[in-house]
């Protein structure tokens, strides 16, 4: 397999072992962004003479002796949430586009300690609003599988550059499903950890959202070198008063995968909310054929949850309230002024979600939280018993690079609504850890499978991860 392709767990291996230089590594990676990047469009800015700097600083470390667990992996950052001093974050957004960060994010430090070289930002967009990755400052991002279809969002940049091999490992972040729909489209694998196991190290607003549906987590092609990342990021930091003190090993977790025969895993297809397209639930059912083979059980089960429209308010409340704070945060932390002074360059449908929070009072913002908890209640039940609950990511196989959501999902109507079209959402709502799998394909295209749990339940679902993996290999266009 070609260095663009393989594991980050044996590139970090192979550069501590002297095997591999990690500024020969950093200059194959950057010279292969260069010439395939126009293809998909994952990256916002390549650092270039940055990345090489800090290649030189890992091989002598390396050389010192330092243990570096990601030494010289190349690593593709979200031009969102995280940011690198120095380095243009733009978050999506063209009135940011000189806009320069001042600092590095808790994340990004953390990587960067454990050998990781920052190689470039990658697409989002704006503000992550939306799951798909379009934005008026780069326009959008293509999945590897196809380019002429949108890699999903609002991730899409970093995993774009995973499936295409312009990185060995990606950060994301996740308020409806941005780990974990581009993961999806780009048939890569993601973790949605529980609510402050990865810090989010807001300098501005700490206690963005009181009931929050926001995370940041790890993006990767492989499930070992998903758990060695998540096992950097995890643990309590003092700039997150939600953070928590790092629950396992989830190295060790992802190293080792569930015997099959051990396994007993709920299945709902649709989560008794969701109209599924007989396509993704087709190549869900193949994948967990192919565990039931080696001998897991699969038990399809149903779901007591609240009705749609009940599930669809609640979550646009949380979510609208989400997206006019993060407006707020700019123009407190860089004094811009997206909506009085640059409404022109700020998409409609995002001025729309600001619009829809400012509008809530306290109290719809906290009877949000009623159809949430009994929807938590009813995860809950489902997984009694059971590893994990497996259920479909998406409800349809990639979307058109520019095309509008859905109309119509298996016959039903949808309005349009991004919320019909992704399974995901659900689960920002109970705040359950998700790890994102590619099942089987369809018509050649990635469709993704999602594995929930109980809260600070990752080891176990890396482990389930690591089976599906075992027994449903997957694979990228160019690898």
């Not at 809260?455 to 266009?477: D, H, I, K, M, N």
Request: aromatic share 6%.
């Amino acid at each position: 397999m070609s260095l663009y392709f393989r594991s980050a767990v044996e590139i970090a291996e192979d550069v501590r072992s002297g095997e591999l230089d990690p500024v020969d590594v950093v200059d194959d990676f950057v010279d292969h962004i260069h010439e395939r990047n126009e293809v998909t469009n994952a990256y916002v800015t390549v650092l270039d003479e940055d990345a090489r700097e800090r290649a030189r600083e890992v091989r002598e470390q390396v050389e010192a002796g330092e243990d570096l667990p990601l030494a010289g992996v190349p690593l593709a950052m979200k031009d969102l949430s995280e940011t690198k001093a120095g380095v243009r974050h733009t978050m999506g957004l063209k009135p940011l586009t000189d806009n320069v960060a001042e600092e590095t994010s808790v994340t990004i430090r953390r990587l960067e300690d454990a050998g990781a070289v920052v190689v470039g930002t990658t697409n989002t967009p704006e503000l992550g609003h939306t799951p798909v990755t379009d934005n008026m400052l780069q326009g959008p991002t293509g999945t590897p599988f196809d380019p002429e279809r949108n890699a999903g969002g609002s991730s899409g940049g970093s995993a774009g550059a995973l499936a295409d091999g312009l990185c060995a490992l990606a950060t994301g972040s996740d308020v409806g499903g941005s780990l974990r729909n581009p993961a999806s489209c780009c048939g890569v694998a993601s973790v949605k950890p529980t609510m402050g196991l990865v810090p989010r190290g807001n300098q501005v607003n700490g206690f963005r959202g009181h009931t929050p549906v926001g995370v940041l987590g790890p993006m990767a092609r492989d499930v070992e070198s998903l758990g060695l990342m998540l096992d950097v990021l995890a643990g309590r930091h003092r700039v997150d008063p939600f953070s928590v003190p790092k629950q396992a090993d989830y190295a060790a977790a992802a190293a080792d995968p569930l015997d099959p025969e051990d396994l007993s895993l709920a299945y709902s297809p649709d989560l008794d909310v969701f109209a599924v397209e007989p396509e993704v639930r087709e190549a869900v059912r193949s994948t967990l054929d192919d565990l039931e083979a080696a001998g897991a059980t699969v038990d399809e089960v149903t779901l007591e949850t609240p009705s749609k429209g009940d599930l669809t308010h609640a979550y646009s409340v949380a979510v609208t309230t989400f997206f006019s704070t993060a407006v707020a945060e700019i123009e407190q932390s860089l004094g811009v002024d997206l909506l009085d002074d640059h409404a022109e360059e700020v998409p409609t449908d995002l001025q729309t979600l600001v619009s829809m929070g400012d509008s809530h009072d306290i109290a719809e913002y906290a009877r949000a939280d009623f159809p949430r908890t009994d929807l938590y209640h009813a995860v809950e039940d489902a997984l009694e018993g059971y590893d994990a609950l497996v259920c479909p990511t998406l409800a349809t196989l990639p979307l058109g690079l520019q095309a509008d959501f859905p109309a119509e999902i298996d016959g039903e109507p949808t309005g349009g609504m991004p919320t019909a079209w992704m399974l995901s959402w659900l689960f920002n709502m109970t705040g359950h850890p998700v790890v994102n799998v590619p099942a089987d394909t369809a018509e050649g295209l990635p469709v993704g499978m999602q594995l929930v749990g109980e809260t600070f339940s990752e080891p176990q679902l890396l482990g389930v991860a690591r089976a599906v993996e075992e027994t449903s290999p997957w694979s990228y266009p160019g690898a």
